[in-house]
């Protein structure tokens, strides 16, 4: 294993947070912060912040990040936002088959797939999702569920795609929960999407793809969570939205 072969990226997912004036006071806070940052730094924030999100973050290392893309151009899809229509705003990445979305939006492993298509063929980089429930860890299911909704994603992405798909390991029980996952168990979850990546792609360019654990990962846990082989940076939800505590993250993932 080598880290060193893959960029690191903290994220952080706003979720339904923040207006936009909200959204613009938070990054400018933030960036003098994560300037100089050893590792990419990515806000993935509400459509509707994106304007002043990416205005905000001009002349910065952060990059603005959506939340979801719809895998169709363009047509009668109300409230759905298509990858053009991002790349336009300014995005860059694209957050893709949250478990959120799986739960409470009927976002299935298909549309995952799709959505990531989409994302890659407009220039985007995807951040694909993936992660076990309490119940399906308790049967044993986590590393057969991983691999599968990792090869699920990624079908028909291509080797050069790949470059710029990055998989977010949140294991459900982990997410808002306070309940992190152990260093050794979100180093697990990721090792299984690695060898998922590896089964698809082969062994030399697993290695080059980033692997994000999400789920409380948080100030006082990220520097252990990060030390991890196989975890090469954080998908962060709660302690995304204060730039104190964000910024702690980002500067664990430099160590
Ligand atoms: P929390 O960090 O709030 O647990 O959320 C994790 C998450 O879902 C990031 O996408």
Same mark, same amino acid.
């Given at each position: 294993m080598n880290k060193a072969k893959r960029p690191a990226v903290i994220a952080g997912n706003?979720?339904? *947070? %923040?207006t936009p004036a909200e959204a613009a006071a938070l990054i400018e806070e933030m960036k003098p912060l994560v300037a100089g940052a050893d590792c990419k730094v990515v806000l993935c924030v509400p459509a509707i912040d994106i304007p002043a999100a990416v205005e905000a973050a001009k002349g910065s290392n952060i990059e603005i990040g959506a939340e979801n893309v719809h895998?169709? /151009?363009? !047509? /009668?899809? $109300? !409230?759905e936002i298509a990858a053009n229509m991002l790349t336009e705003a300014g995005v860059k990445y694209v957050v893709i088959g949250h478990s959120e979305r799986r739960q409470y939006? /009927?976002? $299935?492993d298909q549309t995952v797939n799709l959505r990531t298509l989409a994302a890659l063929n407009a220039g985007l980089n995807a951040i694909v999702c993936v992660g076990e429930t309490l119940e399906q860890r308790e049967l044993g299911y986590t590393e057969t569920l991983l691999k599968f909704q990792t090869k699920m994603a990624l079908t028909n992405v291509t080797e050069e795609q790949l470059k710029h798909v990055i998989i977010a390991y949140e294991p459900v029980w982990a997410i808002g929960t306070g309940v992190t996952a152990t260093a050794d168990q979100a180093d697990e979850g990721n090792g299984y999407v690695r060898a998922a990546i590896a089964e698809m792609y082969g062994k030399e360019i697993a290695e080059t793809v980033t692997v994000q654990y999400g789920g409380s990962m948080n100030a006082g846990n990220a520097e252990e969570l990060l &030390? %991890?082989? *196989?975890?090469? !940076?954080g998908l962060i939800g !709660? /302690? &995304?939205? %204060?730039a104190g505590d964000f910024s702690v993250i980002v500067k664990a993932a430099g160590k």
């Open positions: 706003w979720k339904m *947070n %923040k895998f169709k /151009a363009s !047509g /009668a899809y $109300t !409230g939006f /009927a976002e $299935t &030390s %991890k082989v *196989n975890v090469d !940076g !709660g /302690a &995304s939205l %204060k």
